[in-house]
């Protein structure tokens, strides 16, 4: 079955430092891999995808994120971080010829100015 | 935005009533998808529709049902409310059949309250 884990209920960083918000996944064959960020009362916005190819990804707002096969990982990473980007982070995974998306249950992210 | 519309924005019910949501996909979308996404949840997948026909069902009940029209808009109807049914309702709209890979771009939701 598929799944995917986010580890940490909330992160918090000071504005400025770089951030990471965990991602661990389960899925048979190779997976499609996404970010997405929802802000209060919104839908969800797709922030990048992992497809095929270069493991690193980069997306919108400067955010990123490295595919790890061996350790079924796709971490988010930012080099600095800004107030604006505290929000609740998604990590979702969906298998190859299948079109459900399997979501994670959120990261909450503190940006502190 | 992603062009993928959805209404009511709110909507609040009481339990046992049925309730109809509905989603516009974006243009040239063919394929509709609706999650649930209950308070403090990540979004899980309730069904997808495909030339007006379910094409996948997550794990939930019958009363959960839709409908997809000509035009790939969509609906999803629940029957017979219950309290655990209060969430928000994204539905997400895709191109299948143009390659292996097909994007979904989510609305912005209704939010459900069921007293």
């Known amino acids: 079955a598929q799944s995917v884990a986010q580890p940490e209920d909330q992160v918090n960083v000071a504005e400025g430092n770089p951030l990471t918000v965990k991602c661990t996944y389960s899925?048979?064959?190779?997976?499609?891999l996404f970010w997405y960020v929802q802000y209060p009362n919104r839908g969800l916005q797709f922030l990048l995808k992992?497809?095929?190819?270069?493991?690193l990804v980069k997306g919108s707002y400067g955010f990123e994120a490295e595919f790890n096969k061996s350790q079924t990982s796709f971490h988010l990473k930012k080099p600095s971080a800004l107030v604006s980007d505290s929000a609740l982070y998604f990590c979702a995974v969906r298998a190859r010829g299948d079109d459900k998306i399997i979501f994670g249950k959120g990261t909450r992210l503190h940006i502190l100015p | 935005e992603t062009g993928v519309t959805q209404s009511p924005t709110h909507l609040i019910k009481t339990r046992g009533q049925q309730v109809t949501l509905r989603c516009s996909s974006q243009?040239?979308?063919?394929?509709v998808s609706w999650y649930q996404q209950a308070l403090g949840q990540g979004p899980q997948f309730i069904f997808q529709?495909?030339?007006?026909?379910?094409?996948g069902r997550g794990n939930f009940p019958p009363r959960f049902s839709g409908l997809q029209f000509p035009n790939y808009s969509s609906e999803l109807n629940v029957n017979a409310l219950e309290l655990d049914d209060s969430a928000l309702y994204l539905c997400a709209s895709s191109l299948a059949g143009t390659s292996v890979y097909n994007e979904q771009f989510f609305g912005p939701g209704t939010r459900l309250t069921v007293l």
């Open positions: 243009s040239g979308h063919n394929t």
């Open positions: 992992y497809i095929t190819g270069d493991n």
């Open positions: 529709y495909y030339r007006e026909e379910e094409n």
């Open positions: 899925v048979s064959g190779n997976p499609y």
